[in-house]
């Protein structure tokens, strides 16, 4: 169940699109939960294991600080997960078998928001230290995650951030109109009274080297990422108006803030702009530039168009890997599938700048030899498609080289993705979370893996410090 403000309305702000549930309809969400017989919501669907059908009984009850506790057992941070989460439980849902899901995002959101205004949510510190100093490279969500329980079990946490503001890919990756970076200060705020110190404008491995990490902390917990951009080596791919999409979305986000002008070359004011990659950051290039006043917005992805429902090969509860059309895309544009990018072409007036692309259109073949589908050009199908601005969506490799990996012996999976072992360890007293390790992946599975990688910290720990246990308010 999704609700929007009105487009008309929207495309004049960068304030949160989503409105919450009315009373009536959260009730009614709440009791097509409790109709279930055998939930698979929490188990199949949540990587951070929320107790979904508990937590919705106790919403529904009107014992929302029962639910609250229920939620913060497991979820470190549901603000974050409320607003930006796909919902992965929802895909599991039994009700969603034959009717819509329940929105059991929107009702997360309900429960902390709540909290929040209602004075339950306040920094906890704990309550004993246990003289270990810990370090964590990065604030994105991973990073914040395993920052937080480390923090909650007794270490001394240091969070450093090359940026001039914690938050990671939350602060400057996600736009406003999705998740307010007042959210995210508001968190940040918190654990800052819980005793977690952030060291922003610095980026270990440059300004500071790994020898006297270890000299300052007795852990190491790298949690960089993966912003290593795919890039796109085609001809023409130096023209003026090519830019990464992440590039865009992290000055569009700072000019938000007010942190920083925009830069002339992330304006899509009056700009013909496409969007080459069909994903989350595709999606929000393109509610971003309506925002600016673009002139058009075309959306390339080079896979097949997915069904609008579930094939036979995807059976439930498995994720649906359907059509999905976000509110970005209903703000308007052209949606294209099926198309490869072949060549940037420069505009007639500068030959420097971009002025069109050169695409064909290909379709999706089994080849002698290879696993799965690869994509084959279609006879006669080149097209040119005007542009102005190009901004390339298609992910993300691994992390950002940095002399820090080198001069802590951590190796490099075919010298992208950082190795650990499965409880999160690279090297002796050093640790990697979330995207670094995994590639890029989802806000909700960040955190379980921050959390997660916690745990293993501490069993290691010469004084093997637990977290403190029961509900956090």
């Known amino acids: 169940m999704k609700k929007y403000r009105p487009v008309s309305e929207r495309l004049g702000d960068y304030n949160p699109v989503e409105l919450r549930l009315s009373p009536e309809e959260l009730a009614q969400s709440l009791k097509a939960c409790q109709d279930c017989g055998i939930p698979f919501c929490h188990a199949s669907g949540c990587p951070l294991g929320n107790a979904i059908p508990e937590i919705n009984a106790q919403a529904l009850a009107g014992r929302w600080k029962t639910a609250l506790a229920t939620l913060l057992d497991t979820s470190p941070f549901p603000e974050f997960t409320a607003r930006v989460c796909p919902a992965l439980c929802e895909g599991s849902c039994v009700h969603g078998l034959h009717a819509e899901a329940v929105p059991c995002r929107q009702v997360e959101k309900e429960v902390i928001e709540r909290g929040f ?10 309550e004993t230290r246990n003289g270990l100093k810990a370090a964590v490279i990065g604030s994105g969500p991973s990073g914040l995650a395993a920052a937080w329980k480390l923090n909650q079990s007794g270490y001394d946490v240091t969070v450093y951030e090359r940026d001039a503001e914690p938050g990671g890919f939350l602060r400057y990756g996600i736009p406003d109109f999705k998740l307010e970076k007042e959210v995210v200060a508001r968190r940040v705020s918190m654990l800052e009274a819980e005793g977690i110190a952030f060291e922003c404008g610095v980026e270990v491995g440059r300004d500071l080297s790994g020898r006297l990490l ?125 198309v490869s990018t072949i060549e940037f072409l420069p505009s007639e007036a500068d030959p420097h700048r971009l002025g069109a692309l050169r695409c064909v259109k290909v379709e999706w073949v089994k080849a002698e030899g290879k696993p799965g589908l690869v994509p084959q050009t279609v006879p006669q199908s080149e097209f040119i498609l005007p542009a102005d601005m190009a901004l390339l969506a298609m992910g993300f490799t691994g992390p950002e080289e940095n002399p820090l990996f080198k001069e802590l012996q951590i190796g490099q999976n075919r010298g992208t ?38 745990d293993a910290v501490m069993a290691d720990s010469p004084t093997r410090p637990r977290a403190r246990e029961g509900c956090p308010i």
Do not use: M
Request: glycine share 12%; charged share 25%.
């Open 117 to 126: 205004a209602s004075g339950l949510v306040q920094p906890r510190r704990p």
């Open 214 to 338: 270890r000299k300052r902390h007795d852990v190491i917990v790298i949690a960089t990422g993966s912003r290593r951009n795919r890039d796109l080596a085609i001809p023409g791919r130096d023209l003026q108006g090519v830019e990464f999409a992440v590039d865009y979305l992290s000055a569009v986000n700072r000019s938000v803030s007010g942190e920083s002008h925009l830069p002339r070359q992330y304006n899509a004011g009056g700009q013909r702009v496409v969007v080459i990659g069909g994903g989350d950051t595709g999606s929000d290039c393109i509610g971003s530039s309506w925002r600016q006043g673009a002139k058009s917005v075309t959306q390339l992805e080079i896979l097949a168009e997915p069904p609008r429902g579930r094939a036979p090969s995807n059976p439930w509860p498995e994720w649906p890997r359907i059509r999905r059309d976000s509110s970005s895309h209903e703000e308007g544009g052209d949606r294209r599938w099926s």
């Open 417 to 454: 993705l950082l190795e650990r072992d499965s409880d999160g360890r690279a090297a002796p007293g050093v640790y990697v979370v979330g995207d670094a390790a995994t590639g890029p992946s989802l806000v909700v599975r960040a955190l379980a893996d921050g959390l997660a990688v916690a």
